[in-house]
């Protein structure tokens, strides 16, 4: 296993990608503000607020900067979070790992961009019981928070890219606003293989080499935009372990069979966690304990790591997360491990309640992004991690893949926690009690 120089590195990678029919820029293209990163080589005109064809359905952009949120909206992320993990994990045998912040960074740009039903659904998904402003509140305050971390390594970096070779106009005030909020760098390239590689290389930088490829080599030229969130983590554990705390073990597998693993072994941890369905223990990193590793160990020996996860409630993971206590000492074994992951999401996301958003049909409304016709194609996301005895290493990926409507015939409708066997796991925000990483082991 690769040696790591810090202990913690976690990186995420979100990308929003719209894309649409065929068009160059012509002499109709449209006028307005220029919108470009100072170290592109190229720019995109952008019509201004009030420089649209028909109505705009979503939120008012100019008065989302004086929203506020409160406690009710970060539980109810929070019930987004553990609502898609659990739709994850139920998805696959497979180790699992996403992060929901990555997802609520995209989707949460996107949404911004949204109308009507389409606005409704992603906020009841994301933010349920809350509203859009509420929501943009909280994704863009939770975005800077990940940049204020003193005394470890977390940032995050979020970029727009859009499509030279389009004519597809994309509202100046979005565009705005999605740089103020979310502090994202704009850049017009075109969708070949020579952009595709600058994106990607962006990506390739944004997450320490973690994530190499984002957006696809079959990329459609029609692409109208990509909009990537990446999120880097790297901290030292608050306390290394010491090579008399590392021996050889054996993990047992979700299939019934067995793997030898390297243990890291601890007789005098002093946070253990137990409710009725899982124990574990956390460990801090940095000097601060901004954030932790948590394990949770299924009570129920039966069941597979993703059988746990599948029926995890958000309730469950903050009565797991509340009933942190120093009261004992804490022997416990946790394996180095290493693990990749990927999803569709686009059947979980429906599911949970965003429909309209994938509708090719002229349902889906984002109508405060654009005067075109845009709906969501794929959601595709990545996850990497290796825990050994240096740290953590992890990276996620996740791809909004957007089309542009095109109205053409058709033909077809269209206390002891010994991680010796499957486990849950988390990288937790302390202050909140948020996952920013949560995936689960099956296999080693």
Same mark, same amino acid.
């Given at each position: 296993?690769?040696?790591?120089?810090?202990?913690?590195?976690?990186?995420?990678?979100?990308?929003?990608?719209?894309?649409?029919?065929?068009?160059?820029?012509?002499?109709?293209?449209?006028?307005?503000?220029?919108?470009?990163?100072?170290?592109?080589?190229?720019?995109?005109?952008?019509?201004?607020?009030?420089?649209?064809?028909?109505?705009?359905?979503?939120?008012?952009?100019?008065?989302?900067?004086?929203?506020?949120?409160?406690?009710?909206?970060?539980?109810?992320?929070?019930?987004?979070?553990?609502?898609?993990?659990?739709?994850?994990?139920?998805?696959?045998?497979?180790?699992?790992?996403?992060?929901?912040?990555?997802?609520?960074?995209?989707?949460?740009?996107?949404?911004?961009?949204?109308?009507?039903?389409?606005?409704?659904?992603?906020?009841?998904?994301?933010?349920?019981?809350?509203?859009?402003?509420?929501?943009?509140?909280?994704?863009?305050?939770?975005?800077?928070?990940?940049?204020?971390?003193?005394?470890?390594?977390?940032?995050?970096?979020?970029?727009?890219?859009?499509?030279?070779?389009?004519?597809?106009?994309?509202?100046?005030?979005?565009?705005?606003?999605?740089?103020?909020?979310?502090?994202?760098?704009?850049?017009?390239?075109?969708?070949?293989?020579?952009?595709?590689?600058?994106?990607?290389?962006?990506?390739?930088?944004?997450?320490?080499?973690?994530?190499?490829?984002?957006?696809?080599?079959?990329?459609?030229?029609?692409?109208?935009? /990509? =909009?990537? @969130?990446? +999120?880097?983590? #790297?901290?030292?554990?608050? !306390?290394? *372990?010491?090579? %008399?705390?590392?021996?050889?073990?054996?993990?047992?597998?979700?299939?019934?069979?067995?793997?030898?693993?390297?243990?890291?072994?601890?007789?005098?941890?002093?946070?253990?966690?137990?409710?009725?369905?899982?124990?574990?223990?956390?460990?801090?990193?940095?000097?601060?304990?901004?954030?932790?590793?948590?394990?949770?160990?299924?009570?129920?020996?039966?069941?597979?790591?993703?059988?746990?996860?599948?029926?995890?409630?958000?309730?469950?993971?903050?009565?797991?997360?509340?009933?942190?206590?120093?009261?004992?000492?804490?022997?416990?074994?946790?394996?180095?491990?290493?693990?990749?992951?990927? /999803? =569709?999401? @686009?059947? +979980?996301?429906? #599911?949970?309640?965003?429909? !309209?958003? *994938?509708?090719? %049909?002229?349902?889906?409304?984002?109508?405060?992004?654009?005067?075109?016709?845009?709906?969501?194609?794929?959601?595709?996301?990545?996850?990497?991690?290796?825990?050994?005895?240096?740290?953590?290493?992890?990276?996620?990926?996740?791809?909004?893949?957007?089309?542009?409507?095109?109205?053409?015939?058709?033909?077809?409708?269209?206390?002891?926690?010994?991680?010796?066997?499957?486990?849950?796991?988390?990288?937790?925000?302390?202050?909140?009690?948020?996952?920013?990483?949560?995936?689960?082991?099956?296999?080693?």
């Amino acid at each position: 296993m690769k040696k790591m120089i810090r202990t913690t590195s976690a990186i995420l990678a979100t990308g929003m990608l719209l894309t649409g029919c065929k068009f160059g820029w012509g002499s109709e293209r449209p006028d307005g503000r220029v919108t470009s990163d100072p170290d592109a080589d190229t720019v995109v005109s952008v019509p201004d607020a009030d420089d649209k064809t028909g109505e705009r359905t979503g939120m008012d952009i100019a008065g989302i900067g004086n929203a506020t949120y409160d406690q009710d909206t970060e539980e109810a992320y929070l019930d987004f979070a553990i609502s898609l993990y659990s739709q994850c994990a139920s998805s696959s045998d497979e180790n699992t790992m996403i992060s929901p912040a990555s997802v609520l960074f995209a989707l949460g740009m996107t949404s911004a961009g949204a109308g009507g039903n389409t606005l409704d659904q992603m906020v009841d998904t994301m933010a349920p019981g809350q509203d859009a402003y509420s929501l943009q509140a909280f994704a863009g305050d939770y975005n800077r928070r990940l940049n204020e971390a003193a005394d470890i390594t977390l940032q995050s970096a979020n970029s727009i890219w859009l499509n030279e070779l389009n004519n597809v106009s994309v509202y100046g005030d979005f565009l705005d606003y999605v740089t103020d909020t979310y502090d994202a760098q704009v850049s017009s390239v075109a969708f070949d293989p020579d952009g595709i590689a600058t994106m990607n290389g962006w990506v390739d930088d944004a997450t320490n080499g973690m994530i190499d490829q984002i957006v696809p080599a079959d990329l459609d030229p029609t692409a109208v935009m /990509i =909009l990537i @969130n990446a +999120v880097a983590f #790297d901290a030292e554990w608050s !306390d290394g *372990f010491s090579e %008399d705390m590392i021996h050889n073990g054996i993990f047992h597998n979700s299939d019934g069979t067995t793997s030898d693993v390297t243990m890291l072994h601890e007789n005098e941890g002093s946070i253990y966690l137990e409710t009725g369905l899982a124990t574990g223990f956390a460990r801090y990193y940095g000097e601060d304990n901004d954030y932790y590793f948590v394990a949770m160990l299924p009570e129920d020996e039966s069941v597979s790591a993703n059988e746990f996860a599948s029926s995890l409630t958000a309730d469950d993971f903050r009565e797991f997360i509340d009933s942190m206590t120093t009261e004992y000492n804490v022997i416990y074994e946790l394996p180095e491990f290493e693990s990749d992951y990927n /999803i =569709l999401m @686009n059947d +979980v996301l429906t #599911d949970m309640g965003i429909e !309209d958003a *994938f509708m090719s %049909d002229g349902t889906a409304d984002f109508s405060n992004m654009s005067n075109f016709e845009l709906y969501i194609n794929n959601v595709i996301h990545k996850t990497h991690i290796e825990v050994n005895r240096e740290g953590t290493s992890a990276a996620a990926a996740t791809a909004v893949e957007m089309d542009l409507r095109c109205v053409a015939p058709s033909d077809s409708d269209d206390r002891y926690v010994i991680l010796d066997r499957p486990f849950a796991y988390a990288i937790v925000e302390a202050s909140t009690g948020l996952p920013l990483f949560i995936g689960t082991v099956n296999t080693l």
